[in-house]
């Protein structure tokens, strides 16, 4: 444990973070920038006064748990999670589950791309986040739980609801998506979340008992896809998939050639919006 190093970088992360960030008030003027060190006690379920050694480097060795509550508290990113550890003399264990939290940044990028369809999916491919053109072209998701948003869920488990994506892309979606699956299964073995879907589909679905079987964990590039729209009908767009290595998550995004009838499709949906749409989950 380097404990100098520690209390610096536990400084350093708590003087970034604004009340606002968190949730807090403002309350009286602040002396200096950032949390106030009883603040982040509060929002790790700690003392105040075991912070304040921390950060005095006084302390003993944190546990686990309260490095995950530090960790939680100041929004470290998945390196700036690994360096604590370690500088704690703790190197980290499996993440606890897959990560539903969308930095800022990616929320501003799908409101700066109206023209083209983006969601965000977690590590077991629940849509977390998405703009309005997606909500029109997919369903409007803010009326669905978030299980209903699971899009692996919808691909092997629709039942009698009409599909999305044309038959050979929903099969290429449901290859790729239970090869990504077995990954998130093994990077997340403690995640009750993770395990109960995997049961859920193997018990509902041979197709997916039978990709699962396989043990394959590399899904091949998906470069265009055609999704059927309730009102508009079948449309081809190119799809890209960005990956965040750090919250384990997609970006994925449709969009369409310039002056092709793709693209007036997708002008008339955004019209269209979300009215009297029937939403798969």
């Avoid at 029109?136 to 009326?143: N, R």
């Avoid at 508009?232 to 890209?240: A, F, K, M, R, Y």
Wanted: net charge positive; hydrophobic share 40%.
């Amino acid at each position: 444990m380097d404990r100098q190093e520690l209390a610096a970088f536990l400084r350093s992360r708590r003087e970034r973070i604004s009340a606002a960030d968190v949730g807090l008030p403002a309350g009286r003027r602040r002396r200096t920038p950032g949390l106030r060190r009883e603040e982040v006690a509060q929002l790790a379920y700690i003392s105040t006064e075991y912070y304040t050694r921390l950060e005095q480097a006084r302390a003993p060795r944190p546990s686990r748990e309260v490095l995950a509550g530090l960790a939680r508290a100041l929004r470290l990113s998945e390196a700036e999670r690994g360096h604590l550890h370690h500088l704690a003399g703790a190197p980290p264990g499996p993440p606890p589950g897959p990560r539903r939290e969308v930095h800022r940044d990616i929320l501003d990028l799908l409101d700066r791309l109206p023209q083209a369809a983006v969601m965000v999916l977690s590590a077991t491919y629940e849509v977390i986040a998405w703009n309005d053109l997606a909500a029109a072209l997919m369903g409007d998701f803010s009326a669905l739980s978030p299980r209903e948003r699971n899009l692996i869920r919808y691909a092997f488990l629709n039942g009698s609801r009409p599909p999305v994506l044309a038959e050979a892309d929903r099969a290429a979606f449901a290859n790729e998506a239970a090869r990504r699956l077995r990954a998130a299964a093994a990077r997340y073995p403690g995640a009750r979340e993770v395990q109960e879907l995997v049961s859920e589909l193997l018990d509902g679905s041979a197709e997916f008992a039978r990709l699962w079987a396989s043990h394959d964990v590399s899904p091949g590039p998906s470069l265009r896809k055609t999704l059927h729209h309730p009102l508009v009908g079948p449309i081809t767009l190119n799809c890209h998939v960005l990956d965040i290595s750090d919250r384990d998550q997609q970006v994925v995004i449709y969009t369409a050639d310039p002056g092709s009838p793709a693209e007036e499709a997708l002008r008339l949906i955004s019209v269209i919006g979300t009215q009297r749409m029937n939403v798969p989950g």
